[in-house]
């Protein structure tokens, strides 16, 4: 049974810093991609980031040079730190997991952090 828990959430002012930690158990880690969605109130869920097992981490355009993406295989852990928040960075952030076996797909989900920004 795969499991993903994040941590790390809160509240923040507006140019603050938060780092987001997902822990990964009930599996081998390196098997996934790991990465981080978030969904703002009456918006879709959107990819933040994602990184693969060799480190190859990338990013949506919103989020690219004030964010960064990082996994520890032998911790099974996946972090993401966020730097300069702005106000439009408020939102639910999950955690994901993603292999694939052939052409099926499994993947996992976080029970979700709030990330909360004040102006």
């Known amino acids: 049974q795969v499991q993903l828990v994040e941590s790390g959430g809160g509240l923040v002012q507006t140019g603050g810093s938060l780092r987001l930690s997902c822990a990964l158990s009930?599996?081998?880690?390196?098997?996934?991609?790991m990465g981080w969605y978030r969904q703002a109130p009456g918006k879709e869920r959107e990819r933040v980031a994602d990184?693969?097992?060799?480190?190859?981490?990338t990013y949506i355009d919103p989020v690219e040079g004030r964010f960064t993406i990082s996994r520890d295989n032998a911790k099974k852990t996946m972090s993401l730190q966020m730097n300069n928040l702005k106000p439009e960075d408020a939102a639910v952030y999950y955690c994901?997991?993603?292999?694939?076996?052939?052409?099926?797909?499994?993947?996992?989900w976080g029970q979700g952090i709030r990330v909360s920004i004040s102006s």
């Open positions: 009930g599996s081998f880690f390196g098997w996934y991609i």
């Open positions: 994901h997991a993603v292999r694939w076996i052939g052409t099926e797909k499994f993947d996992y």
């Open positions: 990184i693969t097992a060799d480190g190859t981490a």
